[in-house]
T-cell receptor, first 113, second 113 residues
Framework: AQSVTQPDIHITVSEGASLELRCNYS??????LFWYVQSPGQGLQLLLK??????LVQGIKGFEAEFKRSQSSFNLRKPSVHWSDAAEYFC???????????FGKGTHLIIQP | KAGVTQTPRYLIKTRGQQVTLSCSPI?????VSWYQQTPGQGLQFLFE???????NKGNFPGRFSGRQFSNSRSEMNVSTLELGDSALYLC????????????FGSGTRLTVV
């Protein structure tokens, strides 16, 4: 069965600092990988996705993620965070088709002024 | 183009009642999947529909059911509501294989009292 692990429940960073959110997946083959962001009371907004090809993917809002097969990781990065980035971030994976998404528990990002 | 529309946004029901939630996918998307989000369990996959057929189901009791219509709109039903069914229910639409990513609606917040 697939599983996704986000080791950090909470992360606090200062505005303007760099950010890295960790995600590890467990799947027999290379899954489709996603990062979503959720603001309180809202649905999930897709930040970026990886299916194949270039292992560094660019997303919206200045985010990027790097797929590392050897480490089964898909970490999300941003060079300089803004106060508006404060939210819950979810990493997800799927084998595609009817599998549905398997999500990590999420990382709550707090931005310090 | 219009996003994924979920109705209603909020719902309060009494234990033992049943509830029906609706999801209209993005035009052209034929796959609709449903997720339950709770603070304790996080985001969990309920089921996925494609062309009016349920292709996959998560680990939920039979009280949770769904269907999809010929226009790809989907409904999910929960019968004999329990307090533990209180959650944010999210639906996501995608093309068949999910390569285009999964677009989520804003969710329906169900409270069971």
């Amino acid at each position: 069965a697939q599983s996704v692990t986000q080791p950090d429940i909470h992360i606090t960073v200062s505005e303007g600092a760099s950010l890295e959110l960790r995600c590890n997946y467990s799947y027999g083959a290379t899954p489709y990988l996603f990062w979503y962001v959720q603001s309180p009371g809202q649905g999930l907004q897709l930040l970026l996705k990886y299916f194949s090809g270039d292992t560094l993917v660019q997303g919206i809002k200045g985010f990027e993620a790097e797929f590392k097969r050897s480490q089964s990781s898909f970490n999300l990065r941003k060079p300089s965070v803004h106060w508006s980035d404060a939210a819950e971030y979810f990493c997800g994976s799927t084998g595609g088709g009817a599998d549905g998404l398997t999500f990590g528990k999420g990382t709550h990002l707090i931005i310090q002024p | 183009k219009a996003g994924v529309t979920q109705t209603p946004r909020y719902l309060i029901k009494t234990r033992g009642q049943q509830v029906t939630l609706s999801c209209s996918p993005i035009s052209g998307h034929r796959s609709v999947s449903w997720y339950q989000q709770t603070p304790g369990q996080g985001l969990q996959f309920l089921f996925e529909y494609f062309s009016e057929t349920q292709r996959n189901k998560g680990n939920f009791p039979g009280r949770f059911s769904g269907r999809q219509f010929s226009n790809s709109r989907s409904e999910m039903n929960v019968s004999t509501l329990e307090l533990g069914d209180s959650a944010l229910y999210l639906c996501a639409s995608s093309l068949d294989t999910g390569e285009g990513g999964y677009t989520f609606g804003s969710g329906t917040r169900l409270t069971v009292v």
